[in-house]
């Protein structure tokens, strides 16, 4: 059971272009959402997250998207570079068991010079 | 900057063997969460330690079993090892409550099982 989806396994953008990463989620009780990126041969590192009290948040190039009714989030990277390449996961938490994340099983993002 | 710190990086191991995975938490940080990556997945969680105890588990069977110590490190331990074992798992650390910047991760322990 798959609470926390990406159905879109690969991403290709031209440098400078959006791109924009979706996630949906099934579990009505995650109110916590978070992005990561993960290169090879390394941990994911945190890149940005949103409460389910907003529906938006920035940072710098990154802007996060919730809409909780369609229950899914989407991240924009504008504009995209090329040391932007690499796989991206979804992640969520539930108030009842905020430590506990869940991720999704990422997208591959290729940003092409 | 004292970040996660997991040892082996990469370990090869026999089919019903037992191992041992090991990770510092980053500084200032008291929770540590081990997940399991299979290729081309997502890291899929399979418990968290805080205050020396488990506190959630996720669906892995009793075979996996771990430890956190006074300074907060942890350990996971994975008996009778199956093929489907092999994976990448990684060590998370966090503080507890925080939720804004989520989890510190490690750079991993590649355990294959032959």
């Known amino acids: 059971d798959q609470q926390v989806k990406q159905n879109s396994p690969s991403l290709s953008v031209q440098e400078g272009r959006i791109s924009i990463l979706n996630c949906d989620y099934t579990?009505?009780?995650?109110?916590?959402f978070l992005w990561y990126k993960k290169y090879p041969a390394e941990g994911p590192t945190f890149l940005i997250s949103i409460s389910s009290i907003k529906d938006k948040n920035e940072d710098g190039r990154f802007t996060v998207f919730l809409n909780k009714s369609a229950k899914h989030l989407s991240l924009h990277i504008v504009p995209s570079q090329p040391g932007d390449s690499a796989v991206y996961f979804c992640a969520a938490s539930a108030w009842t068991s905020y430590d506990k994340v869940i991720f999704g099983p990422g997208t591959s993002l290729s940003v092409i010079p | 900057d004292a970040g996660v710190t997991q040892s082996p990086t990469h370990l090869i191991k026999t089919r019903g063997q037992q191992v041992t995975l090991r990770c510092s938490p980053k500084s200032g940080h008291d929770t540590v969460s081990w997940y399991q990556q299979a290729l081309g997945q997502g890291p899929q969680f399979i418990f968290q330690?805080?205050?020396?105890?488990?506190?959630q588990r996720g669906n892995f069977p009793d075979r996996f079993s771990g430890h956190q110590f006074p300074n907060y490190s942890s350990e996971l331990n994975v008996n009778a090892l199956l093929l489907g074992d092999s994976a990448l798992y990684l060590c998370?650390?966090?503080?507890?409550?925080?939720?804004?910047?989520?989890?510190?991760f490690g750079s991993g322990t590649r355990l294959t099982v032959v």
């Open positions: 998370a650390s966090s503080l507890s409550g925080d939720r804004v910047y989520g989890y510190t």
């Open positions: 579990n009505s009780m995650f109110d916590y």
């Open positions: 330690y805080y205050e020396e105890e488990e506190r």
